[in-house]
Each structure stands twice: as structure tokens, then as C-alpha cells.
């Protein structure tokens, strides 16, 4: 097994997972590292803006991924690229295992020796404690314990959140050492047959997206598509050149902008919250009606079935079939309506939050009765 202290490694791995983290998998690195009191995240570009100018030294000197300072007053300032290799397929796997490195140095001790307070990934005479951190990331992302040698690379790498490389790391591993570590010592294996049956209990693939609207792709590709995350109802929206201040699904004005500048950050704290509730209440269904190039509904109205539509109005039962918004806000005053037509699906008005005519008249439900039917 090489001169590594796999057991050391993998103990303070556990501890980690065992001590602070919700025992959900894939495991949000991020939001898990940002609860530690000792460790500051900061972006690149934060670093530049803050530390860099004192330091004299910019981010990407040090690494193109992530590197660790250890400040004499702050503590640690683990400071990530959060746009490294924009175009690359597993980039977002590919921070999230440059953060558990990181956090491998600090856990192991590796700043304990050190008299500088950087560690220098290029410096051969740190390999081993490269080798180390690497070790600690793979087995933090990717407990030994929860892995099943007889799933591929792939389907591990999906499972776990981590890129294809790791997981075949993992795997091997898994695959070459993973019996012999715990006989010698029972009560260490009694420590990780608990993890294992912790984390097992709540371990649960990640896929958020499986939102119709939305391409479940962009969970790893994600090239500057930007959307619109309603924080009350979880709902996803692309923006479309829309003025979009309130959710069209469910009215909130609680939204997170979502680009490819936070969407690191976005997959590792929200989006994991947003499909742990969409677990709950099953997948997230509601009715969408399908319009034509005019805005006007396609098919037959839905309140009274006629199917000769035509003008605004439905001329057998009055409803509107061109979805708009409607200047009403539920709960407050009517304003002035706001002009141009609306979306099939939405039953508020992006701009201004009041219900959507198509709401109004009873062609949408809302998106608390849909929700569960
Ligand atoms: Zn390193
Ligand atoms: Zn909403
Ligand atoms: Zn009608
Ligand atoms: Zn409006």
C-alpha cells in the first residue's frame, strides 16, 4: 500500500463527514467547507480584489485551481477559481474536488511543518502531501464504503458528483484495498460500518433538473445559460430578454439570478435544498398551456371547449386566451395592468408580480393545487 497512511487519511475524512456534514450524498463540498469557523472561501477574483494587492501575488500564480494561505490573523483563506476551464465538460466536478484537496491539507496538517504558509502544488518535494490530499478528496466525495465495485465509472461519477478520473480512482481502490484496512482494528470498522449506515439511510442521487422545461445536461455543462431560481417554489426559468423580477409560477420576488458566474455556488447550496423538497412532494408538476406565434391559446379553450378561437376573448364563456397580466396583486391594491403577452405556463406577471389573466380565469390552476396532484 506505498508509504501513505491510508488509515490516517480516511479516519480524518470520516471525522469530517461524521462531524459536520448533512448526511446527504453527493455531499455539497462547498456549503459544507463555508460552516468551518477556521476557513474563509473566497473566490479568485475576491482574492485579487482583497488579498492579492497586500500579498503582491495574484491568484493564478499559485494554482489554476484552488490553493490555501494561512493568514496569522484570518486562519485559512482557501481561495477557489470559480471559472476554471469554462468550457470543459466536468468543470464543476472538477472544483469540487480542488476544494476537498484543499481541505485535505488543512485537515491533515499539512501547515503544521510548514514555515511557509502557502503549499506549493508544483514543488516536487510536496508530491507526497499532494498525493495525500488527493487521497483525502477521493475518499471525502466519494466514501470507499458507499461505493459499488460493480457500478462503472460513470454511474459512479454521476452518483458521487465527481469527474470520470476520480471516480476510477475511487474505484480502484475500492477494488485493491478496501477489506484488509479494517481487520485489523474492530472498532475502527465498527466506526465506518456507522458512517456507511448513516450516510446509506439518506444517500440519493442528485438530478434537480429533471424539470421538463429545463436540459438535465446543464447540471454538467453548463455554458452560459442563465436562468432565474425562485427561492420559495424552486421553480427554474430561463431568461428571455424578460424584465423578470417575480416568479411567473408561484409570485414570489424571492429569485436568485443564476449564470455561469455563481453557478458553481447555485449547485452546491440550492439546488441540492431545492431537489431534496422536490423528493418530497414528488416531481414538480404543473399544467402549461401551448400558444401560438400570436400568444394565443393553440388548442380549444379549456373552460368551455370551444375550438374556434379567435380575437382576445373566448366568445362562448368570455375567458381571456391570450395570456397577459392582469394588474392584480393578490392581498394588495390593483395597479395598472403592464402590456405584452405572457407565457403559456406563467400564472404571475414576471414584471410586477400581479396574476396572469389565464390564472384569473381559471385556465391555469395555481401552483399550489398542481402541486400535488
Ligand atoms: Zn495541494
Ligand atoms: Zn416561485
Ligand atoms: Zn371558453
Ligand atoms: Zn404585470
Not at 251 to 274: C, I, M, P, R, W
Request: with cysteine; proline share 3%.
Amino acid at each position: 500500500m506505498g508509504k501513505y497512511d491510508y488509515t490516517k487519511i480516511n479516519l480524518i475524512a470520516h471525522q469530517f463527514l461524521l462531524n459536520n456534514c448533512s448526511p446527504q450524498y453527493p455531499i455539497n463540498i462547498y456549503s459544507e467547507i463555508s460552516k468551518l469557523e477556521n476557513i474563509q472561501l473566497i473566490t479568485y477574483e475576491e482574492w485579487d480584489r482583497f488579498m492579492g494587492q497586500k500579498i503582491g501575488r495574484l491568484a493564478s500564480t499559485y494554482s489554476p485551481d484552488a490553493f490555501t494561505y494561512n493568514h496569522p490573523q484570518i486562519g485559512f483563506i482557501l481561495a477557489y477559481n470559480n471559472k476554471t476551464n469554462p468550457y470543459h465538460r466536468q468543470r464543476i466536478q472538477r472544483i469540487r474536488f480542488s476544494l476537498a484537496h484543499e481541505l485535505g491539507h488543512i485537515l491533515l496538517g499539512h501547515f503544521n511543518n510548514q514555515d511557509n504558509s502557502f503549499i506549493e502544488s508544483s514543488s516536487p518535494n510536496n508530491h507526497y502531501i499532494e498525493r495525500e490530499a488527493d487521497l483525502f478528496a477521493a475518499e471525502t466525495l466519494a466514501p470507499r464504503s458507499l461505493i459499488n465495485p460493480y457500478r462503472s465509472q460513470t454511474e459512479i461519477a454521476k452518483h458521487f458528483d465527481i469527474s470520470t478520473a476520480s471516480a476510477r480512482i475511487s474505484l480502484y481502490y475500492k477494488r485493491n484495498y478496501s477489506s484488509d484496512f479494517f481487520n485489523e482494528d474492530k472498532s475502527l470498522f465498527n466506526h465506518f460500518q456507522y458512517i456507511e449506515r448513516k450516510f446509506f439511510l439518506h444517500n440519493s442521487p442528485r438530478n434537480l433538473l429533471k424539470n421538463n422545461d429545463f436540459d438535465p445536461s446543464l447540471t454538467y455543462d453548463f455554458l452560459g445559460v442563465i436562468f432565474h431560481f425562485c427561492k420559495s417554489c424552486h421553480h427554474i426559468d430561463i431568461v428571455e430578454n424578460r424584465n423578470y423580477k417575480f416568479c411567473t409560477l408561484c409570485g414570489s420576488s424571492n429569485l436568485l439570478l443564476v449564470s455561469k458566474d455563481n453557478y458553481f455556488e447555485f449547485h452546491e447550496t440550492e439546488e441540492q435544498t431545492a431537489f431534496i423538497d422536490l423528493e418530497e412532494n414528488e416531481d414538480m408538476h404543473y399544467t402549461k398551456l401551448k400558444l401560438d406565434a400570436n400568444g394565443r391559446l393553440e388548442e380549444k379553450c379549456p373552460r368551455c371547449e370551444n375550438e374556434d378561437l379567435r380575437e382576445s376573448y373566448c366568445n362562448i364563456c368570455g375567458a381571456s386566451i391570450i395570456n397577459k397580466c392582469s394588474g392584480n396583486h393578490i392581498g394588495s391594491l390593483w395597479r395598472p395592468a403592464c402590456t405584452g403577452h405572457l407565457l403559456g405556463a406563467d400564472r404571475f406577471c414576471p414584471q410586477c408580480g400581479a396574476t396572469s389573466t389565464f390564472l384569473e380565469d381559471g385556465l391555469l390552476k395555481e401552483y399550489a393545487t398542481t402541486r400535488n396532484n
